[in-house]
């Protein structure tokens, strides 16, 4: 059964950092793309990054640019996206997503994945 699991999420402050897991359950993610989104209360859910299993490519949303990173460790069969320079824009449930293959034109819609987790919130506050 196919299953991703969120963690790291919290409260920090603006200019703080959080480090965000998604763990896989049930298939080996070397072999798929993995992309992180993010739904702000009242907004839709926009994709913040994404990182492909078969070479490596990432994607960033500009909003995240040179602040945000994603990596993958796949002997712990884990994604992991590293926050820095949070800001009060940056709260929003983070989920991450599955699917076999994304194209580069569409990694950051809801519809190119196939598997969700259940989300991590993040609020940045003073």
């Known amino acids: 059964q196919v299953q991703l699991v969120e963690s790291g999420g919290g409260l920090v402050q603006p200019g703080g950092s959080l480090r965000l897991a998604c763990r896989a359950f049930?298939?080996?993610?070397?072999?798929?793309?993995i992309g992180w989104f993010r739904q702000a209360p009242g907004k839709e859910r926009e994709g913040v990054s994404c990182?492909?299993?078969?070479?490596?490519?990432?994607f960033y949303a500009n909003s995240v640019k040179g602040r945000f990173t994603i990596s993958r460790d796949n002997a712990k069969n884990t994604v992991y996206l590293q926050m820095n320079s949070l800001k009060p824009e940056d709260t929003a449930v983070y989920y991450c997503a599955t699917t076999k293959f994304v194209y580069g034109y569409t990694w950051f819609r809801t519809q190119a994945y196939d598997y969700w987790g259940q989300g991590t919130q993040v609020t940045v506050s003073s």
């Open positions: 049930g298939f080996d993610l070397a072999n798929f793309d």
């Open positions: 990182i492909r299993g078969s070479d490596g490519t990432i």
